[in-house]
């Protein structure tokens, strides 16, 4: 089992940057996926981006891409959102999460993670 614990949100302008992290313990960090995913009030939670064990594989929904950059640093059990250029329509809950799969994979489906963290709010108003 791992456990996670997410840092980094607030309240920014729009136009403005936020960088988020992910601190794992428990386990191996770096035999493993992750990803991050968010929820908005009201919404369902949805796939953000995510980073395969060695960090050299990515993949982001369209919505974020060009404008976040997911990230990880093995020697730290941490992984990193980079949000830039945020917009209104990215205010939700942030949540990191971490796969049981022990391969080299990218997942974009919430089923194919198996550890999450507690969330952090991201606020950018009008």
């Known amino acids: 089992q791992v456990q996670l614990a997410e840092s980094g949100g607030g309240l920014v302008q729009a136009g403005g940057s936020l960088r988020l992290s992910c601190v794992a313990s428990?386990?191996?960090?770096?035999?493993?996926?992750m990803g991050w995913f968010r929820q908005a009030p009201g919404k369902e939670r949805e796939f953000v981006a995510a980073i395969g064990w060695s960090g050299g594989s990515t993949i982001y929904a369209d919505s974020v891409k060009g404008r976040f950059t997911i990230s990880r640093d093995n020697a730290k059990n941490t992984m990193y959102l980079q949000m830039n250029s945020l917009k209104p329509e990215d205010t939700a809950v942030y949540y990191c999460?971490?796969?049981?799969?022990?391969?080299?994979?990218?997942?974009?489906?919430?089923?194919?993670?198996?550890?999450w963290g507690q969330g952090t709010q991201v606020t950018s108003p009008q």
């Open positions: 428990g386990r191996t960090f770096s035999s493993y996926p």
């Open positions: 999460a971490a796969s049981n799969y022990p391969n080299t994979r990218t997942y974009v489906r919430a089923n194919d993670y198996h550890n």
